[in-house]
């Protein structure tokens, strides 16, 4: 049960907002019951951080399902693996479960990414996971596909964590797929009162992606400094960048080549009305503007 005395317990007892743990290991899941979780998640990855945790268990366990399942193959043992360390967090969550009706105490099951392209499978593999607890709620993408198989789990009574969802588009076509599949499900009269459907937006991997952009672009010169030395060259044929600033009419500022930069340190500028035949790497002297325009040079 949550402790109301602790931080994160008092934040759960106040409010809509709660705290899911995103592990499966039963010692931090029973600590981050007691800061006031109610829910946790597993996958392939998590459940292999939890197996490492109790080693000499799950291998003597791995040993007994291959024994067991002779005909079965490593990655069907390794889902089973997954299947038992999702169990026994389940187990660990169901008082919160019972106190919340259905909406929280819920232990979330993430879908094979190698079924992704398959509504049925996704669907199939979906209803399974349901089927091991009644607080296993299943993580399903938020692709084109995956919203298909949403609506289907759905009517099929099966609770959806919504993931792989960065943006609010994919938010609103999951939560439409999760309420067609739902109003399907009331009209032949079946109960959806404890189904308790959660779309996740996963803004911290937009901000891991985000952080990563900013590092690349921050260790790139400036623009300023990557106009010193290149050669452009002006062209009749206007480009969305181009403009015609310095050049003859008719002709349009355009970059032809990379050459040294002049004395001034400003971008070597060529105004052409074909092709210059200097490339690559030219030098100025290669670059030589043609007939009929002139030159300049952009600070």
Known sequence: M??????????????????????????????????????????PVIALAAIRADLPRWSARIRELADEMPDASESDIGWQVV?????????????????HNGYNGRLSMQTDPRLARSKRKLVEQAVHFASLADNIIVKVPATSVGVEA??????????INVTVSFSAAQALATGEAIERGLRRREAEGHDTSQLGPVVTIMVG?????????????????SRASTWIGRAWRCSRTPTPSSSGAGCAPGCWLRPIATCS?????????WCS????????????????PNRGCTSTSIR
């Open 2 to 43: 949550t402790d109301p005395r602790t931080p994160l317990g008092a934040m759960v007892a106040a409010g809509p907002t709660v705290l899911w743990n995103d592990s499966a290991d039963p010692a931090e899941l029973a600590e981050s019951i007691g800061f006031g979780a109610v829910g946790a998640t597993c996958n």
């Open 83 to 99: 299947a038992e360390v999702s169990l026994e967090a389940a187990q660990m969550l169901e008082p919160t479960f019972a106190e």
């Open 150 to 159: 949403i609506e289907e789990a759905s009517y099929a009574g099966v609770a």
């Open 205 to 221: 991997r937009v901000d891991d992606w985000m952080k990563e952009v900013y590092d690349r672009e921050a260790s790139r010169p």
């Open 261 to 269: 930069s002049s004395a001034s340190s400003s971008a070597v500028t």
């Open 273 to 288: 009305r074909r092709p210059s035949r200097g490339s690559g790497r030219s030098r100025p002297a290669a670059c030589r």
